[in-house]
């Protein structure tokens, strides 16, 4: 009997091939099923959640990092001052940012993105460009008026990041890409001007606004952003009054929601 036994195994093996093969396969299937279930769930996991703890929290320290800007400045403000400011410890606020430039980075992208003309100026939600770009640059600009601090840590950071190696490089780059387009886009709505002559007016008018900034920082009393933002406008043909009339919530409110 012992030496029948393994004639048996081998006769069944041999003759069990076609339903082991079948056995492996029907085993590789759930592997390869489960396998992509994995990775999907890890695709799932990565994904960023807009409404957790810890979102809120760094929403938090960039609210606390924008009001100490606006006061002082970025120069003057400490991480652990906007730490304290934010109700977190130093340490804690280290888990959400890399260093104070990334903070000011996210800062001031943060910022852009506070009222709603902002997110649809620069989000592109498929209104034309004239029902955007005019609300969007007066909000700005009032915007920009009550807070010296943020105007001043915008224009330092702009310059800094011309270098091609500054964390804060390709944040303007293409912060200014956008704008330059959206803008040249509005312009050519709003005056009927061709493509190239629209893009030459919105790199003209961006030139002439981060010069007017730096003359107000210098000189806030003898300098009115907003009014010599208008007068250019009306110079090159776009009747801001209308437009404001035409779009008064757009034109006139931060917050329409």
């Known amino acids: 009997m012992k030496e029948e036994s393994p004639k048996k195994s081998a006769g069944s093996s041999g003759g069990g091939n076609a339903a082991s093969t079948a056995r492996e ?37 960039l609210d606390a990092a924008l009001r100490l800007f606006s006061k002082s400045g970025s120069n003057a403000v400490s991480i652990r001052a906007i730490a304290s400011e934010a109700g977190i410890s130093h340490a804690g606020l280290l888990r959400y940012f890399t260093n104070k430039n990334d903070l000011i980075i996210q800062a001031i992208r943060r910022r852009d993105m506070t009222t709603d003309s902002a997110r649809s100026f620069f989000a592109h939600t498929g209104e034309s460009s004239s029902e955007t770009v005019i609300p969007w640059l007066l909000d700005s600009i009032r915007n920009n008026i009550e807070n010296p601090g943020i105007v001043a840590t915008f224009v330092k950071l702009s310059a800094e990041a011309t270098d091609a190696n500054h964390p804060a490089h390709d944040y303007f780059q293409k912060r200014y890409g956008t704008f330059t387009r959206r803008l040249a886009h509005g312009i050519a709505e709003l005056t009927d001007s061709e493509a190239d002559k629209a893009l030459c007016l919105a790199q003209e008018f ?5 010069g007017i900034q730096i003359q107000w920082l210098l000189d806030p009393k003898n300098t009115d952003m907003l009014a010599d933002a208008r007068d250019f406008l009306e110079r090159i043909g776009i009747d801001v009054q209308e437009i404001i009339e035409r779009y008064p919530k757009r034109g006139n409110s931060d917050d329409e929601r």
């Open 25 to 61: 396969r029907s085993i590789r299937r759930p592997s390869n099923v489960r396998a992509r279930s994995r990775n999907h769930s890890a695709r799932i996991i990565h994904q960023p959640k807009e409404d957790t703890k810890g979102g809120r929290t760094k929403e938090r320290i």
């Open 206 to 210: 961006i030139a002439y606004m981060d």
